[in-house]
């Protein structure tokens, strides 16, 4: 039998991490969502700014330091997002794993459950 002493994190812990966790991949995601809906707004103004006419500001806007600053910005917030929600699943698998095996436990302890189910 697995003995309790390779988890190092109790069900409290757990479940606090977990929620911090999925606290900072809401927000994240929340932000990363807003910048995405302005990227037509901050290329047009862009275009605007442009010396050039049609496809050339067009294409100066799109290498425009500024809207490639906002793309950096919206994939690093992207990218906490989704590495936030990762740990919140893994900490939340973990939770239900442990909540599991001590189910398991008890029953076992209280004579519920046969240790060897071919008997």
């Not at 900072?24 to 990227?39: D, G, H, P, T, V």
């Not at 809207?67 to 690093?76: D, N, P, R």
């Amino acid at each position: 039998m697995q003995e309790r002493s390779q988890f190092r994190y109790s069900t409290d812990n757990l479940s606090e991490r977990a929620r911090r966790h999925a606290i900072k991949s809401r927000e994240s995601l929340q932000i990363a969502a807003r910048l995405y809906e302005l990227f037509p707004q901050v290329l047009k103004t862009l275009k605007r700014q442009s010396a050039g006419k049609g496809a050339k500001s067009d294409r100066e806007a799109l290498v425009h330091p500024e809207y490639l600053q906002k793309i950096e910005q919206y994939v690093a917030l992207l990218g906490e997002g989704l590495e936030a929600r990762i740990q919140f699943e893994t900490h939340r698998m973990l939770l239900q794993a442990m909540q599991s095996q001590n189910a398991y436990e008890r029953a076992r302890l209280q004579g519920q459950v046969r240790t060897n189910p071919l008997k």
